[in-house]
């Protein structure tokens, strides 16, 4: 990369023109313009879903009783009778205005449009995602932080044992796990386990049980749940998330911040006889936010991922269910669309993260 | 200079060159306990997954009168929803399960590794167009990916285990690219060329055992990646279709069960979080073991 950097501007008049605009921005319109392709690239992927159904596919839909009119009005309305190139631009420029189409799950006189469908859910998954992220995402680095701090401690190589778990348990695992926990807090006392352990521990085991809140072990919610009712049925997916999440994140914020602390200028900090805390938190810390901030970002993404599972254990209506049940019901432009949210914002996820890196990057803020 | 030569070869015995053999039973000396743990986990998922018809008390879709049996002498593990024997469902999962993930991670490094080396051995055009698809195919999700071309290709085995063998291939791809850019480049490649070797025989004798330690740590966490996804999509209905045992769709058929406080719903899921933890813990070591890296100093 660097080498490539090197040999542009090694050969000739027009690159002394070019080193004038600001590193940092022309790497920025580089980045965003990659961007922008893939989501282009994506999109064309996303639509040919449709074209690569099997030929007989309107005629399954429709059941055996298809006449050859209602065959050709489905095709007509998917629009297999049109060129792919100009029912793409049809498709792309109708989902920029927010309509996605009708599902097939429509009949005549019953028409349910995919938007219709999908903004409420989408914003159950926003408001999930975002009240996951806002716990998350500061444990993580605190916890990071801290182990950073005491590395090698028995604080430390608990974190890392408890995360590296985390990180290799898929995340249903995790959902029943502390569903199962919850609901223990009222069966406990009567199974045959408590009964064959001794009184006391029993009863401790019980006690604390006892203390863990009775969250909800099904979301139930609708546009009418308040909001603060919507986060406490909201708990247990978010918690969910947060464990699977806080793992990698605080792994690596560890990893980052350990990776400053080996540079000289770390150990002239140290040598002036300040405080670790504050030789993490002012001279390490500022020159490790873009492998963090990246990394951030990246399990932001990853929530995309991680939702669509969660969603279906606690029986939350979001869109990864939503995407779930279409996939079941092979309802395309249901799955279509919700598979263009799903991409579309992780791939802008990961375009802010690499748009952060690059602008904190202190090689390309201060050219040569 | 000439007075050290005698030192030289007084010092200098001749050195024996220990056989792999040797040199493994070295490095197994010294794993960790983890990485024992680990070994010892997998062999017994291996072993159970082989040995399927032998262990299992029942047949596998063998349907009983109880359905949701509690734990007991007959059945030790209960019965599921429509009254098969727990235990048994456990143990034919194990070779359905690590044998579609197995299967699928074989075919995605075959695709991978070969196209990957094609790519770093010839560059120019294919290579970019190579790299430009798979950087397009990473850009989307591979759990959102894979729900999308099942909806249009339908649940069965083979399209499942192609979809996913092809999702995780772009992985495979970078990897095996990156690492064969370094090797290419070699003197003794060169000196293979000039020899007029074909490159079939330069990839397979020259390239890959020189990037095989990198390429067996990523085949240990691809498994895994491709394992947990195969396990999400079973559990989500889309994947392993019944009446074939498997743990994901196991756990999603009797989650009802967790509301009655019982842990059975939690087995399959458990087999699946330890055969994860067990495989990334040899991992972990392998990487240790062969490439010196360390965590920190």
Redesign the interface.
Known sequence: MLAKRAARTADGAPLGIRMRVNPVAKTVLQRLGFGLI?LF??SI??FS?IA??PGDFAKATLGQSATPETVAALQHEIGLDRPPIQRYFSWIGKMAQGDFGSSFASRTGYRRTVAEIIAPRLYNTMFLAVMTALVAVPLALGLGILAALY?NSWFDRLVNTVT??T???????VA??L??LI??R???AG?QFAESLPVWLAVSINWTLNVVPKFP?LANINDQTPFWEHVWRAAMPSITLTLVIVAHMMRMTR?AI??ML?SPYIDMARLKGMRPMVIVLRHALPNAWAPIVTVVAFNL??L??GV??VE??FVYPGVGQL??D???S???PV??A??LV??AT??LL?LIADIISIATNPRLLHPR | MTSAEPVIQTTGAPRVRRTRRSRMRIALKKAPLSAWFGMGVTLCYVLVALLAPLIAPYRETQVFSEAFAPWGHEFMFGTDQLGRDMLTRLIYGARNTIGIAFATTIISFAAGVTLGLLAAMYRGWPDQLLSRAV??LM???????A??????F?SSITSLVLIIALLDSTRVFRLARAVGLNVVVMEFVEVAQLRGEGPAWILRKEILPNILPPLIAEFGLRF?FVF?TI??LS????GIQPPSADWGSM?REN?TL????D?T??LP??A??LL??AV?FVVDWFLHSTSGLR???
């Open positions: 893939t690239v994506v992927i996303i879903a690569m159904l590395r590296l778990t990180i290799s348990f898929p995340e249903f695992f029943y796990m569903a199962f609901i223990s009222d069966t406990f199974t072990t990893a350990i990776n080996s993404a990853y995309i991922v669509v599972v279906v254990v995407m779930v279409a996939v079941k092979r309802d395309v799955v279509q919700c598979a799903f991409a992780y791939i990961n | 950087d397009v850009s989307i999700p591979s759990l959102i990916f729900l999308m071309l099942l909806s249009i339908g895994c947990l396990a999400a559990f989500l209905g889309v756990v989650a967790i509301t009655y406080g842990v719903p939690l899921a458990g699946i979080a994860t933890v990334n965590d920190e100093k």
